[in-house]
DNA sequence: TTGAAAGCGATACCAT
DNA sequence: ATGGTATCGCTTTCAA
């Protein structure tokens, strides 16, 4: 019911000191007094005050806050992405404010909006425009985290090209597979983009006609079951499908076995990301771990210090690791024990690069 | 790079005009001659002017921006609420914050923080402790979406209990199965307290025996692999599992699938909130409907209504449907066309109860 | 050590 | 129709 919140003033009155004594006590800077301290103290107790954050963000110029943008939040990626960017934010006492875009039309004037309520902004590549990024790196500090900014933008990143490359190259040259089709909307997302691209390369790197076109679905399970559909109405069926993300990869794995298919000996499915659920599927699912709660965590200690306005690196590129489990063909690994959550990812290659960070001159 | 935001004072300056001026033109309030507009607009629009956020919500001493508070944010079931709340809130052009505490053990002071920044808070059912939702609404309004709060706090939710007893008395009476296993932690959220009472009510409704203490595992997919695995080191393998929700229960299909058994013939399975996944596996799953879009769009309008001063409800109770398809043992729906996304649910129970608002005299 | 007063950026009342 | 100015709640010089 007391939702007449107090002021500085009236502790001050309250107190019987002056304004800048409060403000002194209740941010701990300055000289004061023990015995003042004590008598201010209890009056901030005694009615529950607590600064008004507007009135200090106003006076400080701060928000005390950051942004993280991203096009919707399903599934374990995401989680597990704004568990890293946040881990990392609450060491400095600022907090994260998220915003999903859910791809929505005005979008980018969202993210305007937000930009003016934090002092900083972490952006999920493909989640906005290059232009509007531009835009927002004129007015505040930018992060573009598994994406490319424009120039002068920091941007934190995976080498996604050369790990779907050795990924793909795995299920050509060592399996021999032939005739492997590459689920996902390259037009989606930088990830999408660049996974579809090392795709391709493998392909022309053993001398190998180039895949036909991308099956342009989502990210989500949901999505993947589309995918099976479609790859199960060819007139030749592909031996292979690489997969954009884990999450799609289950939903194709669900909608072919739904359908009597065998994994892999009819079909062969691999994944990107190494979420839970992908040594838990039967078969467990072939796939690249990328390191998303650490490249979560770099990008928010990337944004902290831009804003805090030490801070020279461009960009970081982090290693990823081809995960080898028994959707693309390989021995199965044996089960892992029912209690441990051991998976044994067997990998056979390990750092398409290592993590290397440039840094401006 | 020009990063040195202008001011009222300063655009002023440059048309000739005073700041209350400017403020006028730019907030479309109050009379403003149309040739002095225009020389203002014309300064506003060559600097890049944007009023300060702080500085106006410091003057108006409102925020606008709502926060919504939940655990976590894997899967479909956030994905939709996020989206059904903020729809609500982008026709008052009210901003959301979101804060996912990831169950942390200090996330109640985080909620208080957020509330500092808003005006007011969406909390999901069990985030955070009674103490302090009262608390919170002490300071600012809030609403309890899917839980129940303190007397005073408006709350929206669906008739879990009610959903949870008929769906297992349709597998108790119409299928005639026996030893039903709950996956689920009741301690875990209200949701899963109540879908656990309303699988003991319908035992109890039938005279059959109790069933058994609830498997107690989390809300998502690994999970339900987790308690697939429990099951099946059972002496006796129960008939059925009723699950928390609809990913747990995916899991639950994938471990014991991936083990070999057939689903329903050898055991049955029902989810709980008709995700999309729901109708794409195989089989199709048996579970119940909620409208979380809506009832989170509700929740908004809620919320919003209360923090406009204007508002006399005090909770919603949404209806539910039971959505039977193939996982309970049920005949198979005919598989839906390929192109379309028909699920064909043929719900036998519908509307356990009707959406009844209560409201204060 | 403490207090008075000048901002921070914008709004809105009250004159004119 | 326009301008001067108090105000929102807090921080932070600058004096005392």
Redesign the pocket.
């Known amino acids: 019911m007391s939702s007449s ?1 107090l ?3 009236e502790i001050a009155r309250l107190a ?9 006590v ?2 701990g ?5 023990e ?3 004590r008598r201010v103290l209890r009056a901030i107790e005694e009615h529950g005050y ?3 954050h ?3 963000a ?4 701060r928000h005390g806050a950051v942004g993280l943008v991203f096009p919707g939040l399903s599934g374990p990626y995401f989680s597990e992405l704004i568990q890293g960017f946040e881990s990392e934010a609450v060491k400095t006492r600022t907090s994260v404010h998220i915003l999903c875009t859910h791809l929505r039309a005005d979008s980018d004037a969202e993210v305007i909006e937000m930009a003016q309520r934090v002092d900083g902004l972490a952006v999920l590549g493909g989640t906005v425009s290059p232009d509007t990024i531009e835009e927002l790196a004129a007015m505040l500090p930018v992060v573009v985290l598994a994406g490319d900014g424009p120039a002068g933008v920091p941007a934190v990143r995976v080498d996604n090209a050369a790990a779907a490359a050795a990924l793909t190259r795995h299920l050509l040259a060592d399996h021999g597979l032939r005739r492997l089709e590459f689920v996902g909307d390259p037009n989606g997302s930088p990830d999408v983009t660049e996974r579809w691209a090392g795709f391709r390369q493998a392909h022309h790197d053993l001398e190998l006609p180039p895949p036909r076109a991308p099956i342009r679905v989502g990210l989500q399970q949901p999505d993947g079951v589309h995918a099976a559909e479609q790859v199960l109405r060819r007139a030749i069926r592909p031996q292979g499908v690489v997969c954009a993300n884990d999450e799609s990869a289950l939903g194709v794995l669900v909608g072919v076995t739904g359908r009597g298919l065998r994994v892999p000996e009819d079909l062969v499915i691999t994944g990107f990301d190494d979420i839970p659920m992908a040594a838990l599927v039967t078969p467990p699912l072939t796939t690249v771990r990328q390191p998303v709660r650490e490249l979560a965590a770099q990008t928010a200690r990337l944004l902290l210090q831009v804003a805090a306005g030490s801070a020279e690196q461009t960009g970081l590129l982090h290693a990823t690791e081809l995960v080898v489990r028994g959707s693309c063909g390989c021995p199965r690994s044996p089960e892992p024990t029912p209690t441990g959550r051991r998976h044994t990812p067997r990998s056979r290659h390990s750092g398409t690069n290592q993590a290397a960070s440039t840094t401006t001159p």
Chains 1, 2 share one sequence.
Do not use: M, W
């Open positions: 919140r002021t500085v003033r019987g000191v002056s304004v800048a004594t409060v403000s002194r209740s941010n800077t300055g000289q004061v007094s015995e003042t301290r607590r600064p008004h507007l009135g200090r106003l006076a400080a110029r």
